[in-house]
């Protein structure tokens, strides 16, 4: 099997969620993408992203639906780890509805400075790398101090995930990102619950 069909047999997530991410241009995840209202504000991610501090396994808690993550059902995580600067190998997994786990190995690379929260992520093999739209922006929106809560976007806000360091999340502090979310222009209705058990 050559190098292209090993590629179209895999999925992404966010990610990556993604995790990246995420989590962009493979074949496995399931929605339409949700348009943003013409009225709110251009989207802007945090002040400042510490890359080592974020670096580890977070859960996704919640997202809208997207066509790359359809065949997962719980489970969902991201791990992320620093291959150098500005450099981050994103490994993406989740469960199927037949109880498989299913994963994505991916890169990130971080734009501008040491400190920036706006990242790209890709899932293509890396002689397709050179491709723009193989690349989708993975932009960390929110995120608490500890490092526990974050919020995943990108610019049009087609995309969204709520990840976090455990599978359960404090109710609480869900609840007041939601809020903020709400009023930076996401609509909550389309945000999907992630389930964490089989």
Known sequence: MNTLNRWARRWPLHVAACLALAWSVTNTWAAEPTAPSAQVAPLAPIAGLDVARYMGVWHEVAKYPNWFQR???????????????????????CRTAEGKTIEALGLARQIGAADSPK???????????????VWGDYWVIDLDEAYQ???????????????????????????????????????LSKLEASAQQP
């Open 149 to 187: 809560l974050v919020a995943v976007s990108e610019p049009k806000r087609q995309y969204l995930w709520v990840l976090s360091r455990t599978p359960q999340v404090n109710a609480q502090a869900y609840e007041a990102l939601l809020q903020r979310l709400k009023a930076r222009g996401f609509d």
């Open 71 to 93: 065949k997962c059902v719980s489970n969902t995580h991201a791990t992320y780890k620093v291959l150098g600067p500005g450099q981050v190998e994103v490994l993406n997994r």
């Open 119 to 133: 990242l790209e992520v890709r899932f293509a093999p890396e002689w397709l790398s050179f491709i723009p739209l």
